[in-house]
């Protein structure tokens, strides 16, 4: 079942395109909502989809929900070389690396 709610999670492009964002840098929903033009309830739902599939994951600090890629997902693995290649996801991805890089953000199995 779960293969199957991954494979749901990833036949979309804004799904696609919010796991190029996360690839590198948490964010908040706010931050994420930055980049595109849809409703907050929609991006919500695209959330809840990801995270329901075990490719992003959440945590609530305060009063906001930082998101954050599940580096050891096989699909989030196989999709980091994909990101290298893709002409639309690709600069998605190094804008995530920015904002890592001037924000400090660190993955649990990366060393700063």
């Keep these: 079942m779960r293969v199957v709610r991954t494979f749901e999670a990833l ?4 799904r696609l395109k919010i796991l190029a964002y996360l690839s590198k840098a948490t ?6 909502a930055e980049r595109f033009e849809m409703s907050k309830p929609s991006l919500s739902k695209h959330l809840s989809i990801l995270e329901n599939a075990g490719l992003i994951t959440s ?3 305060g009063k906001y929900v930082h998101y954050s890629i599940v580096s050891d997902h096989i699909f989030n693995t196989l999709d980091n070389y994909l990101q290298e ?3 639309v996801r690709g600069p998605l991805r190094r804008e995530s690396e ?3 890089m001037m924000e400090g953000d660190n993955f649990p199995d ?3």
């Design 11 to 14: 036949a979309s492009e804004p």
């Design 27 to 32: 964010m908040t929903a706010g931050e994420i």
């Design 59 to 61: 945590v609530k600090k």
């Design 85 to 87: 290649v893709c002409t």
């Design 98 to 100: 920015i904002k890592a």
């Design 110 to 112: 990366e060393e700063k």
